[in-house]
C-alpha cells in the first residue's frame, strides 16, 4: 500500500515489498537527466513555467524558479544562444520588480559557466549585470564576478 506522505510503498512484516514504486521527480530534473533533454518535454515544461509565470505575476511563480535553475544548470553544458538571452531576459524583467531570484541564478550560470568555457560575448553581459546589480544596491552579481 501507498504511504501518502512519501507515496512510496509500505513493506510487509517480512520487510518485502509488495511492488516497487516509481519515483516521481519534478520535470526539470529529468531534462537534466543524461539524453534525458528533449524538444518536446522541454517545449512542454517551458509553457507550463511561462504561463505560470502569466498567471501568478513577475517573481511570484516556483515553476519559473525551477526554470532558473534550470537554465543555470543546463546552458552550463549546453550553451544556446536563444535560451541563454530568454533566461537573461526574463531574469531582469524580475528584478524590476524587486525579484532576484532569477538574476541570481543566472550569476551562478555566469560563475560556473563561464569557468567551463569562455565565451566573450557573455562574459561582457556578466560585467555589465554585476554593474547594474551594485547600482542596483546589491552586492551578489559583484561577489560571484569578484570571485570568477
Known amino acids: 500500500r501507498a504511504s501518502p506522505a512519501t507515496g512510496e510503498m509500505a513493506g510487509s512484516f517480512d520487510g518485502s515489498l509488495s511492488s516497487?514504486?516509481?519515483?516521481?521527480?519534478?520535470?526539470?530534473?529529468?531534462?537534466?537527466?543524461?539524453?534525458?533533454?528533449?524538444?518536446?518535454?522541454y517545449g512542454k515544461y517551458y509553457k507550463r513555467c511561462i504561463d505560470d509565470r502569466k498567471r501568478l505575476g513577475l517573481g511570484k511563480s516556483e515553476e519559473m524558479n525551477?526554470?532558473?535553475?534550470?537554465?543555470?544548470y543546463f546552458l552550463r553544458a549546453h550553451f544556446n544562444f536563444g535560451m541563454y538571452n530568454e533566461f537573461k531576459q526574463l531574469a531582469i524583467e524580475d528584478s524590476k520588480v524587486h525579484y532576484n531570484y532569477g538574476t541570481e541564478c543566472l550569476f551562478r550560470y555566469y560563475s560556473y559557466g563561464l569557468e567551463q568555457k569562455l565565451r566573450m560575448d557573455v562574459y561582457k553581459d556578466f560585467e555589465q549585470m554585476a554593474l547594474n546589480d551594485y547600482q542596483s544596491g546589491s552586492l551578489y552579481g559583484l561577489e560571484k564576478f569578484w570571485a570568477f
Do not use: V, Y
Request: hydrophobic fraction near 30%; glycine fraction near 4%.
Open 66 to 72: 525551477t526554470m532558473f535553475r534550470f537554465w543555470s
Open 20 to 41: 516497487s514504486p516509481t519515483p516521481r521527480q519534478h520535470p526539470s530534473h529529468a531534462l537534466l537527466e543524461e539524453n534525458g533533454f528533449t524538444q518536446q518535454k
